[in-house]
């Protein structure tokens, strides 16, 4: 989160000066940890040395233009351009039966966990999309009220074209820039990794009935269990090929 009293006047606050703030922030934790050093040093007698003061951080902080510069500029917008595509792909590969446990509820919560954590991020990034789009709305003069977009792909697809084309008062806007600047990269980021999730193939206990060997497997989300051994039953069609019920109806059978 950005913290404008450890970045100098004029400094930009998007993500260029990232590694800047860390070191003066830990540059802060290091005097107030030396502060109470010293408080216990001179508590015991002034024995010994005194703590050492922390060095402070020889560290540069980009301009910004006027709040965010040119070059993280062009990233939120081709960050913010992203996100449509990779939610898609989000959508894509979480189709709505992705297997959540009871740990996934929110505590204290009355409301079933949604079978899909795909689109709870495109709920979720649309409000925080909405939220950012009022509120910018808001500070502009005779502005209409954003417009109800729904909750669709197609939604998300409109309301970044509006970011999109309004990002330069954004990120020039004192109460937004620095909070959208790193939210649209923490979101792209957060879906670009949901986005690369597929379907995993797991293996079975039980060894395969025709070639007596552990290859059965199982798509998630996937009724189908097969054998991967190419060998399996070559004079007889194919290798195996079974629901989850007759795979569950074998395990019984193995186990009586």
Known sequence: MFDP????????????????????????????AHAAAVEAWLAAGQQ??????????????????????????????????DLDE?????????????????????????EPPSPSSAYDDLNDLL???????????????????APYRGASASALTSAVGWLSKHLDGILAHPELAAEFAEGVLRWTRRIDQAAKARPRRRSKPLRCPQCHLATLSQMDGE??????????????????????DEYDALVLEKAS
């Not at 703590?51 to 402070?56: D, F, N, R, S």
């Not at 009871?102 to 009355?110: C, I, L, N």
Request: charge should be neutral.
């Open 86 to 110: 990779l939610m898609t792909l989000r959508l894509l590969y979480g189709d709505g039966y992705e297997a959540r446990g009871e740990s996934e509820r929110v505590s204290g919560s009355a």
């Open 127 to 145: 409000g925080w999309l909405r939220h950012h789009e009022t509120t910018y709305r808001a500070s502009q003069l005779d502005w209409l009220t």
């Open 223 to 244: 009724d189908k269990i097969e054998c991967r051994n190419r060998d399996c039953g070559a004079s007889r069609g194919g290798p195996v090929v079974m629901t989850q």
């Open 48 to 81: 010994g040395e005194p703590p050492a003061e922390p060095e402070q951080p020889d560290v540069r902080f980009w301009p910004g233009a006027p709040l965010v510069c040119e070059n993280d500029k062009a990233k939120v917008r081709a960050a913010l351009a």
């Open 5 to 32: 009293s450890i970045s100098p006047e004029g400094a930009c606050v998007g993500s260029c000066n990232h590694r800047s703030r860390e070191a003066w922030r830990a540059y802060h934790k290091a005097r107030e």
